[in-house]
């Protein structure tokens, strides 16, 4: 995206990317909210050299014991990262490796089915770390617990 982490924090997908592409991403991401689930899209992406990308876009929502979203924020924003941090390095070419390897440079081959398999699997990491301390917390006795604080 060309842009460093503070210019990023505390700012909305209309501070970031072109109007008509925030208005996608904003639409999408409010209806993925209120349906939960996942979610699976194709759309535009504008890079740091102000070209317009295709991208597909795999989200899904994860929830807690109260029913709150949590978990799509990191995986959508890792997932937009991780392809554009590839498709910087095969464009630009510029990790050289040493003569003992078969190529001068870094080879670079993103495949869709890598991407929505390593966010699929983010998001199932997210879940099952939430099943041990749930399993912990539903052990406890909500009076002694309130008591011993």
């Not at 978990?71 to 990790?95: A, N, P, Q, R, S």
């Not at 099943?131 to 011993?148: G, S, T």
Request: glycine share 10%; proline share 3%.
């Amino acid at each position: 995206m060309g842009k460093t982490r503070d210019q990023l924090l505390g700012k909305t997908v209309f501070d970031i990317s072109p109007k008509d592409l925030a208005r996608i991403y904003h639409g999408k991401d409010k209806e993925l909210f209120e349906s939960g689930g996942t979610q699976q899209y194709e759309s535009k992406v504008l890079n740091a050299n102000g070209e317009i990308r295709d991208v597909i876009f795999d989200k899904s929502v994860c929830i807690d014991g109260k029913g709150k979203v949590i978990g799509l924020i990191g995986t959508g924003i890792g997932t937009i990262l991780g392809v554009l941090i590839c498709y910087i390095l095969k464009e630009w070419e510029f990790i050289k490796l040493p003569d003992v390897y078969a190529f001068a440079e870094l080879p670079v081959q993103l495949e869709v089915a890598d991407v929505l398999i390593i966010a699929g699997s983010a998001v199932l990491i997210c879940f099952l770390s939430t099943l041990y301390p749930a399993y912990q917390a539903a052990k406890i006795d909500p009076v002694e617990a309130i008591r011993y604080g």
